[in-house]
């Protein structure tokens, strides 16, 4: 696929937001995602992970967009794992576009009042096996300090929470 067009500017991030997806956690949610979407990997990162959804069969969007403005391609389900600094304007941004999402974030983060305020009872959850190591500056990190979960909206999951 061609590179799209930046529109609005490269996004900037804390540094501590550049914690990037190894491809088997992706890959350990990859049966629940439906084969004939096209996803959006909506926050680049090292650029990885539109990669490994493609080595995983999915059409994938993944380039150097700024979320927050409105893309001029089409796509069907938001896939990411967007920057935990901003999670707050993430969740408002997401419930503006109003499609399929999975998120991976913070288990912190089903307590947080911008979550109910904006889904309400309309999310399910995919809990991991184990605690993720998310890859840090090229290195698979060995002691991540925190739990992660799948939080998703409108992907009409069989279980509203289900464990991998």
């Not at 998703?152 to 999951?157: D, F, R, S, V």
Request: hydrophobic share 35%.
């Amino acid at each position: 696929m061609a590179s799209l067009p930046l529109r609005g500017g490269e996004m900037k991030f804390e540094n501590d937001d550049a914690y990037n997806t190894p491809k088997e956690v992706w890959e350990s949610i990859s049966h629940l995602i439906p084969k004939d979407k096209t996803i959006w990997e909506c926050f680049y990162g090292d650029g990885k992970s539109g990669q490994h959804f493609k080595e995983l069969g999915f059409e994938c969007i993944h380039d150097k967009i700024d979320f927050f403005n409105d893309p001029n391609f089409e796509y069907d389900i938001l896939i990411s794992n967007p920057p935990y600094s901003i999670k707050a304007k993430v969740f408002k941004r997401l419930s503006e576009i109003d499609k399929p999402f999975i998120m991976l974030v913070p288990v912190s983060t089903m307590t947080k009042q911008y979550l109910k305020t904006y889904f309400k009872d309309n999310i399910q959850i995919i809990i991991p096996k184990k605690r993720i190591q998310f890859i840090k500056n090229g290195e698979q990190t060995s002691r991540c300090w925190f739990d992660t979960i799948f939080i998703t909206y409108k992907m009409n999951l069989d279980k509203d929470i289900i464990f991998l």
